[in-house]
């Protein structure tokens, strides 16, 4: 994998680890030479993440819309930046430079990216690997979920498979490199 998109969320959140996990995954990536793709803000998780890279000699692009880079949330320090003119150009552009997404905690925003690129990687739209890094158990009840839509004959179980799940970064870059 050459490039992975990050998704993740725009604040901190109150543990932590999150953003301990948000700038192992972004030293992570710089030091596997995988470039960052991520939604291009500077706050929060986002921000965290695309920092750590950078600082650790990663490349790293953000996909920003115009109205949030005319909010201030754009970073400024970025190797590359992108502006589109919506969030749906945003996350199509994303995920058409990755070979990869990883998951981190997040919000509403978040899990509209995790679920969106499953149902494409479900309908063979997207190729690549998707991984969820359950920092701390934050992803338990919708791994329960998925699995409750799988009993209930809503989910194939080859399409609940698809969710790659780890607690820390390196072992999930193992299983999405290996799958």
Known sequence: MKSIVVYCASSMGVNPVYRQAAEQTGKAL????????????NGGLMGVVADAALANGGS?????????????????NLTEIEFVD?????????????DGVITLPGGYGTLDELF????WRQLDIF???IGVLNIDGFYDALLAHADRMTAE???????RALILVA???EELLNKMQNA
Do not use: C, W
């Open 30 to 41: 710089a030091e596997r030479q995988i470039r960052l793709i991520y939604g291009g803000g």
């Open 153 to 159: 004959g809503f989910l194939k179980p080859q399409n």
């Open 60 to 76: 790293v692009t953000g996909i920003i819309p115009n109205f949030l880079a005319e909010l201030e949330v754009a970073h400024q």
């Open 127 to 129: 190729h690549g690997p």
């Open 167 to 169: 607690d820390n970064v």
């Open 86 to 98: 919506t969030m749906h150009e945003r996350k199509l552009r994303m995920v058409s430079l990755s």
């Open 116 to 119: 969106e690129i499953l149902a």
